[in-house]
């Protein structure tokens, strides 16, 4: 059963911008927070960041730079992925997922749950 969905992918140009989506359907209270990775063909997952439903606390992969912000409406289930300067080292399949406990990093050994992700292609 489907529970978390992203969207707003796409085929865009360097310096372009994509705000990307994930409902997360299944969403209880006691869950603490969604995490967003991202992965190309060829090369290993990587830890995009992620956001606490409670305050809304976010944390970022070192490679970020400042380039993304991720949001979140807690009324709707939503977080959002704004990916801003993208460049083709960005492209890849960025996929959300839901934490089994209070921990949001790295380590794809602390998510339950995983989206099918949403392409990113950035080429000119």
């Known amino acids: 059963q489907v529970q978390l969905v992203e969207s707003g992918g796409g085929s865009v140009q360097p310096g372009d911008s994509l705000r990307l989506s994930c409902v997360d359907s299944?969403?209880?209270?006691?869950?603490?927070?969604m995490a967003w990775f991202r992965q190309a063909p060829g090369k290993e997952r990587e830890f995009v960041g992620g956001i606490t439903w409670r305050k809304g606390a976010t944390t970022y992969g070192s490679f970020v730079r400042g380039r993304f912000t991720i949001s979140r409406d807690n009324a709707t289930n939503t977080v959002y992925l704004e990916l801003v300067s993208l460049k083709p080292d960005d492209t890849a399949v960025y996929s959300c997922a839901r934490p089994r406990g209070g921990f949001i990093g790295a380590d794809i050994n602390a998510y339950g749950q995983w989206g099918r992700g949403t392409q990113v292609t950035v080429s000119s």
């Open positions: 299944g969403r209880s209270s006691s869950d603490y927070g």
